[in-house]
């Protein structure tokens, strides 16, 4: 079993900048999948951003594009979720989630992660 613990949320004016922490306990990740997706009130849980394991490769939500960067530190078992140039429309409590994968494969579907965190909230004010 792998436990997920984010941290890093809190509330920011629109423009400013963010970083999420997501630490992994219980097994190493460093052979996952990560990943981070949100969710806002009344709306389905989306993909935000993901890195492979192998190869360095991310992936990034068309809206989050050149304003977020998801980095990881395998000593640590931990990922990051960089966040600049937020927008109210950030909003949302974002989630971390792992997966055993394949060498350079990101999943950005929910029910692909078996492994997931609390969530932590962020807020953006306009």
């Known amino acids: 079993q792998v436990q997920l613990v984010e941290s890093g949320g809190g509330l920011v004016q629109a423009g400013g900048s963010l970083r999420l922490s997501c630490v992994a306990s219980?097994?190493?990740?460093?052979?996952?999948?990560m990943a981070w997706f949100r969710q806002a009130p009344g709306k389905e849980r989306e993909f935000v951003g993901g890195?492979?394991?192998?190869?360095?490769?991310?992936d990034y939500a068309d809206s989050v594009k050149g304003r977020f960067t998801v980095s990881r530190d395998n000593a640590k078992d931990t990922v990051y979720l960089q966040m600049n140039k937020l927008k109210p429309e950030d909003t949302a409590t974002y989630y971390c989630a792992t997966s055993p994968s394949g060498y350079s494969t990101i999943y950005t579907r929910d029910y692909e992660y078996p492994y997931w965190g609390q969530g932590t909230q962020v807020t953006v004010s306009s």
């Open positions: 890195m492979s394991w192998g190869g360095g490769r991310t």
């Open positions: 219980g097994r190493s990740v460093s052979w996952n999948a």
